[in-house]
């Protein structure tokens, strides 16, 4: 079975096949539902590792993107789950800038698999693609996420992956007019040319096989942000001690810190024993992963 993006986007005026979630409306101030916060507490670790004023704010900001952005199913039911790892998705690389609403999405669409440069879900052409942001054309505003990656990226912690952060750092990236690899804020501070010149150094060691970063983010300066941004929110320790450089700029990059914020919660949890769950979702023991990072 195909599905084409272009009758995809038609469809959601037309009532094409497209299965809606009904959004609905809160006010900026709504009070965030009990059953909402049990979701994001089983299935969000970086909500987890928030402290109950961050638990607050992020819960504002996923409801005021569920109000401004459209989520719809193509081929596959939408589901509360669904919406709120969406939303995560999208709040998480930007919740160092408060109250920041995304100037180039109105539609995310769930895909039941991964799809092809045509859009299409049969694979013939051997493109296993996950993730897309629409640029220019019917994609304009539009982003595509394979539904059963989206979930993927939450329920493995210890990958260094997420396709929904992935694309959410795209999208960011592009609000300086292009994505190009080159964060805004590094952009507007003078960090660009020490970033680039990270990039080259990184991308090299990827090549030669001395480094762990996905071999995905030596592609281009484009796709390497994207994937040390997973990298960041994924496993911010390992790569804080493994690139410490890295860490450095994209924790301004992102205007947020981490590591700190794991610390934090780890320190307040005086009952957390050496062979207790990692807090920070990597599946190890907290001895084996940030005790000792």
Known sequence: MMFLIIVAVMAVGLGM????????QPSREATFPPAWRSILLQKVSFYIHLDEAGKQRYEQDILRFLDKVRIEGVGVTVDLTDRLLVASSAVIPVFGFPEWDYTFLDTVLLYPGAFDQQYQVDNKSGDYI???V?????????????KPSLHLGFDNQSDRKNVGI???IHLLDKEDGAIDGIPTVLNKHAFALPWLELIR???REIIKGKNEI????????TEFLAVAGEYFFERPHLLQKNHPELYDLLA???NQ?????IKAQVAVRTKLGRNSPCPCGSGKKYKECCLNP
């Open 17 to 24: 096949g497209l299965m809606r979630y009904r959004k609905q």
């Open 130 to 132: 996950t993730g897309m």
């Open 134 to 146: 629409g640029s220019g054309g019917p994609m304009e505003g539009k982003m595509i996420l394979s």
């Open 166 to 168: 992935h694309e959410f």
């Open 201 to 203: 150094e990184k991308t």
């Open 214 to 221: 996905d071999s995905y983010g030596a592609t281009s300066q």
């Open 252 to 254: 301004k990059a992102f």
């Open 257 to 261: 810190d981490a590591v700190t914020v």
